[in-house]
Nanobody
Framework: QVQLVESGGGLVQAGGSLRLSCAAS????????MGWFRQAPGEEREFVAH????????YYADSVKGRFTISRDNAKNTVYLQMNSLKPEDTALYYC????????????????WGQGTQVTVSS
């Protein structure tokens, strides 16, 4: 089992930046592909970004491409989401998750989830 803890959320003005972190427990972090999702009130959980386990190939939702960057540090068992040029519509609870599937974009493809960190972007 993998335990995930997100951090780094907060309140930021539109145009600002935040960096989210997701720390994973266990010694098998490097075996997993990682993803970030977000969920706004009353909305479905949606894909944000994905990074593969070894060569760190990245995938992004169209809505964040060019603004967000996913990265990972296998030595620290941590995945990051750098968010720049934030918009009010980026406001959501952000989750990280673990999967064995490459390029997974749907929540059901992920096996373990963190509790989420809130990001609020004011206009």
């Amino acid at each position: 089992q993998v335990q995930l803890v997100e951090s780094g959320g907060g309140l930021v003005q539109a145009g600002g930046s935040l960096r989210l972190s997701c720390a994973a427990s266990g010694r098998t972090f490097s075996r997993y592909n990682m993803g970030w999702f977000r969920q706004a009130p009353g909305e479905e959980r949606e894909f944000v970004a994905h990074i593969t386990r070894l060569v760190a190939v990245t995938y992004y939702a169209d809505s964040v491409k060019g603004r967000f960057t996913i990265s990972r540090d296998n030595a620290k068992n941590t995945v990051y989401l750098q968010m720049n040029s934030l918009k009010p519509e980026d406001t959501a609870l952000y989750y990280c998750a673990v999967t064995v599937k490459t390029a997974a974009r749907w929540p059901y493809e992920y096996d373990y989830w963190g509790q989420g960190t809130q990001v609020t972007v004011s206009s």
